[in-house]
């Protein structure tokens, strides 16, 4: 395996929304309109291409959450060794937003994440966030063929005994 195949990279990816994004490069193209305004010109574009994503050093046995722009990655790697299988949890995510009135509006998002975790299944490193099952249990398999460990069901193991 060479060096760039030993890496397994899973893309989130863009950082921001998309009409930010589209709101970025308008504004730097006409930020870049004036020889003041080209770095802020650049910085549109830029906040328009950041990408976000996982990547699996199988090499090394690491594992960082990147950000990366124009091809480039950047990150903290930390161990895999306390990473033992890999969960699929469901979330439900809700957002709050706010009209003029101050009348609140939730936006409810249901997201199936791909995790590793630990043996006792406390310790979780969320890989990605994917919108239905089948798309996260495809991911799961992919990360499984290559790390070599287990696709289980979520079920942490009680760290103290009950009390009576």
């Known amino acids: 395996m060479s060096k760039e195949q030993s890496r397994l990279v899973i893309q989130q990816g863009a950082v921001l ?44 046995k690491n594992v960082r959450e990147y950000n990366g722009l124009l091809g ?41 994440d791909v995790v590793l975790v630990d043996r006792a299944h406390r310790m979780k490193f969320v890989v990605r966030a994917c919108d239905t099952e089948e798309e996260a249990r495809t991911l799961a398999a992919k990360i499984a063929g290559a790390t070599g460990y287990a696709v289980e069901r979520y079920a942490p193991h009680r760290i103290n005994p009950q009390r009576r």
């Not at 006409?30 to 910085?43: D, K």
């Not at 895999?80 to 809700?94: G, Q, S, Y």
């Open 17 to 60: 929304p998309g009409m930010v994004r589209v709101l970025s490069v308008i504004l730097g193209i006409v930020a870049s309109l004036t020889i003041i305004g080209i770095p802020l010109g650049l910085l549109g574009f830029g906040l328009a291409i950041y990408m976000g994503g996982t990547e699996i050093d199988l090499g090394s």
């Open 72 to 112: 480039a990655r950047w990150g903290k790697w930390q161990p895999l060794a306390p990473f033992k299988a890999i969960v699929i949890l469901r979330n439900r995510r809700v957002s709050t937003m706010y009209s003029r009135g101050q009348i609140a509006m939730d936006e409810v998002e249901m997201n199936h």
